[in-house]
T-cell receptor, first 113, second 113 residues
Framework: DTEVTQTPKHLVMGMTNKKSLKCEQH?????MYWYKQKAKKPPELMFV???????INESVPSRFSPECPNSSLLNLHLHALQPEDSALYLC????????????FGEGSRLTVL | GENVEQHPSTLSVQEGDSAVIKCTYS??????FPWYKQELGKGPQLIID?????GEKKDQRIAVTLNKTAKHFSLHITETQPEDSAVYFC????????????FGSGTRLSIRP
């Protein structure tokens, strides 16, 4: 199984809502990532978890809150988002956070009204 | 920090012809260079990568070349097929901190029948 599964595929939320994006992998990977991708742009790194500990936070606003409950799961909690946060949110995993292939999910497309 | 420039932003080639995408990087310490393909509605997928101790790598119709002195690397696709149509991202990173992959701006490749 070389799949990273993200749910939901689409999410529409108001600026006062609280929602969560979920990501799951069963490849035994120990590093998991959140990326944000705007239309016609490359993915931008938001967070990296390595061995279930947050190792990189790319100065992401606190309205985005990551959580790694275990080595297979990664969540992104969303609260008080702005319309400019509308984007495709991609989850990825890699074997151990070192050099090598990133396995991406298909993404969750978020629209903030 | 690392900066990766990618050209061209769009590329249209006749089916069966070759396509070349070029990237330059700024940090001479970067030593791992992956290429990702992103099809519509999907997450990026690694198609080939190269490390700085190698000048060229080939996998069937895809090849990547690296010129460390000039800080250039290129993707070559031969005998292009309709399924090659996608957005391609080059990237660069330090081998020791591959968590922070820096992506180029992307090339939208279209294959004309």
């Amino acid at each position: 199984d070389t799949e990273v599964t993200q749910t939901p595929k689409h999410l529409v939320m108001g600026m006062t809502n609280k929602k969560s994006l979920k990501c799951e992998q069963h490849m035994g990977h120990r590093a998991m990532y959140w990326y944000k991708q705007k239309a016609k742009k490359p993915p931008e790194l938001m967070f990296v978890y390595s061995y279930e500990k947050l190792s990189i936070n790319e100065s992401v606003p606190s309205r985005f809150s990551p959580e790694c409950p275990n080595s297979s799961l990664l969540n992104l909690h969303l609260h008080a988002l702005q319309p400019e946060d509308s984007a495709l949110y991609l989850c990825a995993s890699s074997q151990d956070g070192g050099p090598g292939e990133l396995f991406f999910g298909e993404g969750s497309r978020l629209t903030v009204l | 920090g690392e900066n990766v420039e990618q050209h061209p932003s769009t590329l249209s080639v006749q089916e069966g012809d070759s396509a070349v995408i070029k990237c330059t990087y700024s940090d001479s310490a970067s030593n791992y260079f992956p290429w990702y393909k992103q099809e519509l509605g999907k997450g990026p997928q690694l198609i080939i990568d190269i490390r700085s101790n190698v000048g060229e790598k080939k996998d069937q119709r895809i090849a990547v070349t690296l010129n460390k002195t000039a800080k250039h690397f290129s993707l070559h696709i031969t005998e292009t097929q309709p399924e090659d149509s996608a957005v391609y991202f080059c990237a660069a990173t330090l081998y020791s901190s591959a968590s922070k992959i820096i992506f180029g701006s992307g090339t939208r490749l279209s294959i004309r029948p």
